[in-house]
């Protein structure tokens, strides 16, 4: 299978501070890639990275055979990079204004922003997104005081508006109930087989990891030290050592 | 922003979900506000309507002003960016006609919002308070420096004319309705639109936004062009209302009030309704001042000249009492009317 | 030997500058609130300190002032305490622009309130001529106003017991507690409430002080409120808005540049040194927005 987004060598550090020291990292088209490692490990720095916050200081991050290593965060956007973050965005306004951000993506020109006909575009497909993470009752109330599965559906939601071709998931299941984490994991799936996204998920619940990940790789301290599927990483001697120390 | 709705309310399209008007009360209650607004100048004096010029006049800077706001691009430079509008205007007005002066009035103020703007990508929040502060004293200096030839720094506009015929007040009156009107519908068509909602996400979290694909110069300089423009048409306005500017008409403490009373009082985020009636306790707070003033002077020698500083008072009362009792500002009152006529006479 | 004059006098001025920016870092440094009224406060010192030596409680014109400036001083502590419960506390936890409209209502009362009281003519502190006489003092070469010497007084006196306070007490140690957490400060016993107010009287108090020095040189009026919110606010963001020394130091530069580049360049363009402090604050905002001194803050994604 065709890599879709590689990350080779790439060191990062703040000050003194070393969250990456040299982490390679291949996503294959169509695949669920587990990323799990203890607290501070880089996972998230890791995500940054490759979304565009954080330059790193050395190595690279190649998208579909193109270097991106360098572009803003809103460019790689509009590449197919969809980012969710591990606590959900949600700015004052309703699900539906929440999820309708997620449009303007795609569209290239400011008239096309402002048109009645892109709002209406706009609406309609955000409606066939709050269907697919199942938030209709919620569809008119203010986003700002839901709970948080709520709040990561309709950030996931506002990611899917411009169809990303990759996702990263910044643990999309912290602070979800098991109901909560069931369904988020059933969209993960149907994301990943009915639309074919490849998708690179952050996620501590290892047992999540096992059920739905095709491979995982086990980051610490800026590193990664194990790689395979989620049986064999799991009983690798040095992640074990990583997460219950000596 | 339509929030949940009374039952038995139904949309059969995205359209008519999208509209401005939920039920057919409200377009009753818009109808009579727009005849009211019609029959108004053969009932109030010629004093009463100079005030609602005013009121139309501030309500468009502060509808700016509150887009701006809501993507939190905090800015205190407004009454300069309406000085630029006014004095580009009284400058060619004895040339070109009031259809080609006020979109370039507006345009010039744009400019020079974007220009003043775009410290914002680097610097956030309040930081942007103190470099609109400074821009506005900057532009206030340099209007200042430009007239500094001509007595009294006062530039005369020509007069409001439509082909040679010369408008009177009452013909201003509806003119500047008109306009008001169309760039109410503009900003908040802007508002329902994904451009708008862009905008809010811009301001609450930059980053998030910019996963979003939200080109933060773009968007920044977007809402800062939209702003100043409506900034400039409104200082035309002013400009060809009073028939002369100078730049002491759009001092610093202007700028304050316009954020402070216009968009915080009248209410952050209510583009047309919040601004209105942001503009509205401005002007009623002044014209309340200059009344009480004149009634008590006769008893209360020292009070006379200092209708300015019991204006600052009032001003500072009303802005502390909003922040603590109705932080969403007035239009979150005129929404509970709202709400409360959507089940009426059945309400509970 | 002229531009000694004008780094002398910068320095000079800068003192009163960095006063002015201690107050409003400290509030902000404590509270989290960017104070846009710390001009006000400064106008209101002018006044108060006018007021209460115009009782004239003593013959000695320069004791006068002097006491004249401690009663005021007392006075703004209760308007300290009142600023706090009054208008700040009902807000914490508000948003930042909730925070920041709400110093614009206190600027906007306390500067309509001085003008409801003493109007608007141009008022000068009783005994000025002989307190600050007119011919400067001279130091070898040198001329300073007298008013400067107050100044230079005033600043060393001010920020020097501020900084004992700061930094050796067992009070600043708990203001700096609750600058960094509130909510750890106050399960560690520290209350906050106090903490906020002593902070506003300290703030209030410095503002007095520049409000003595401002009002001798400029005179009483309105103008005085600007003048001071347009020197405290660059002055605090060339050190970085959290940190008192780097205030003091701003303020000192913002001086010198505006008495040297800003005199200087008035000689080609009338009335430019008016906005030299604005210019100075853009280019500090561009260039290094968090100031010599100040904490970068590093927004976590």
């Known amino acids: 299978m065709k890599n879709v987004l590689e990350v080779r ?185 009915v639309h074919g996204k490849s998708i690179l998920l952050v996620e501590h619940d290892l047992s999540l990891v096992h059920d739905i990940a095709h491979r995982a790789v086990v980051m610490d301290a800026g590193v990664e030290i194990a790689e395979g599927t989620p049986e064999e990483v799991v009983n690798n001697p040095e992640v074990i050592k990583a997460y219950l120390g000596e | 922003m339509a929030t949940s709705r009374p039952c038995g309310v139904v949309k059969e399209s995205y359209r008519a979900d999208m509209s401005f008007f939920e039920k057919p009360f409200h377009y009753w209650a818009m109808g009579l506000f727009v005849l009211v607004l019609v029959i108004l100048p053969f009932t109030a004096p010629e004093y009463y309507l100079n005030a609602i010029l005013l009121i139309v006049i501030f309500s468009i800077t502060i509808m700016g002003l509150n887009l701006l706001t809501q993507a939190h691009l905090f800015s205190v430079m407004h009454a300069a960016l309406m000085g630029i509008g006014a004095f580009t205007t009284a400058f060619i007005s004895h040339q070109v006609p009031f259809f080609i002066t006020m979109p370039v009035a507006g345009l010039m103020a744009a400019a020079v919002s974007v220009f003043f703007g775009l410290p914002s ?161 401005i002007i009623v707070v002044t014209q309340v001042t200059t009344e009480l003033v004149t009634v008590l002077t006769p008893y209360m020698p020292w009070l006379g000249a200092s209708a300015f500083g019991l204006r600052a008072i009032f001003y500072g009362i009303i802005i502390a009492a909003i922040l603590i009792l109705e932080p969403e500002g007035l239009a979150n009152l005129l929404r509970k009317v709202k709400r409360y006529f959507d089940l009426w006479p059945f309400s509970y | 030997m002229v531009l000694l004059e004008m780094v002398v006098m910068g320095l000079a001025a800068g003192t009163i500058y960095g006063v002015m920016a201690l107050s409003f870092v400290l509030i902000y440094r404590v509270g989290k609130i960017v104070n846009i009224a710390v001009g006000d406060m400064v106008l209101l010192g002018a006044y108060l300190i006018f007021a209460f030596s115009g009782l004239g409680l003593v013959q000695n014109p320069v004791v006068n002032l002097i006491l004249g400036l401690i009663l005021a001083s007392i006075f703004g502590l209760f308007i300290a305490v009142g600023t706090e419960r009054f208008l700040m506390r009902p807000l914490y936890g508000q948003s930042i622009l909730s925070l920041i409209m709400m110093t614009v209502a206190l600027g906007m009362i306390l500067r309509g309130a001085t003008i409801v009281k003493w109007g608007t003519v141009l008022r000068v502190f009783p005994g000025q001529h002989e307190v600050f006489p007119p011919i400067p003092l001279s130091i070898g070469p040198i001329e300073i106003p007298y008013v400067y010497m107050w100044s230079i007084a005033g600043a060393i006196l001010i920020f020097g017991s501020f900084l004992y306070l700061f930094r050796k007490t067992l009070f600043g140690f708990a203001m700096r507690a609750v600058s960094l957490d509130p909510e750890a400060a106050a399960t560690h016993g520290i209350s906050i409430k106090k903490i906020y107010i002593y902070t506003w009287m300290i703030a209030y108090v410095a503002a007095f002080l520049a409000g003595l ?24 963001l060339i050190g970085g808005l959290d940190s008192p020394g780097g205030a003091m130091l701003g303020g000192l530069l913002l001086g010198l540049i505006e008495h040297t580049v800003g005199t200087i360049l008035n000689a080609y363009i009338p009335g430019i040194r008016d906005i030299i402090p604005y210019i100075v604050l853009l280019i500090v905002l561009l260039v290094k927005p968090y100031g010599l001194f100040g904490t970068v803050r590093i927004e976590r994604v």
């Open chain 2, 121 to 281: 990508l680097r610097i956030k929040v309040f930081y942007l308070l103190f470099s609109t502060t400074a821009a506005q004293f900057i532009i206030e200096w340099v209007l200042n420096y430009i007239t500094r030839d001509i007595p009294g720094s006062a530039v005369y506009t020509a007069p409001l004319a439509v082909m040679g015929y010369q408008l009177g007040t009452i013909e201003q009156y509806y003119l500047y309705l008109i306009i008001t009107a169309i760039m109410a519908y503009i900003i908040a068509h802007i508002g329902r639109t994904p451009l708008g909602k862009a905008l809010v996400m811009m301001g609450e979290k930059d980053y998030a936004a910019q996963i979003q694909g939200v080109n933060l110069l773009k968007f920044k300089a977007i809402a800062f062009a939209i702003s100043g423009f409506y900034a400039g048409v409104a200082g035309s306005m002013w400009s060809y209302m009073l028939g002369l500017v100078t730049p002491e008409h759009f001092p610093f403490l202007m700028s304050w009030e316009l954020l402070g009373v216009g968009v915080i009082v009248g209410g952050l985020g209510s583009y047309v309704w919040g601004s209105v009636l942001g503009s509205v306790m």
């Open chain 1, 9 to 193: 060598d790439v060191h990062l550090s703040f000050g003194g501070l070393v969250a990456l020291n040299g982490v390679n990292l291949q996503l294959k088209e169509g695949e669920i890639l587990a990323l799990v490692g203890p607290n501070g490990s880089g996972k998230t720095s890791l995500l940054n990275c490759i979304c565009g916050f954080y330059k790193p200081q050395k190595g690279s991050i190649i998208y579909r055979g193109e270097d991106i290593t360098r572009t803003p965060p809103h460019v790689r956007a509009e590449k197919g990079i969809g980012r969710v973050f591990q606590t959900p965005y949600i700015f004052h306004g309703t699900v539906v204004d929440n999820i309708m951000v997620g449009y303007i993506t795609q569209q290239k020109g400011l008239a096309k922003l402002v048109t009645m006909k892109s709002a209406i575009e706009a609406r309609k497909k955000a409606e066939e997104l709050i269907e697919f993470v199942e938030l209709e009752i919620y569809r008119n109330s203010p986003a700002h005081g839901l709970p948080m599965g709520i709040r990561k559906r309709i950030e996931l939601a506002r990611v899917l508006m411009w169809n990303p071709d990759i996702l990263l998931l910044d643990e999309p299941t912290s602070g979800l109930s098991i109901d909560e984490k069931r369904d988020m994991a059933r969209y993960i799936l149907e994301l990943n087989e």
């Open chain 3, 213 to 236: 020095v401002l009002g001798a040189i400029n005179g009483i009026t309105v103008i005085v409120s600007y003048l001071g919110l347009a020197r405290a606010l660059p002055a605090a």
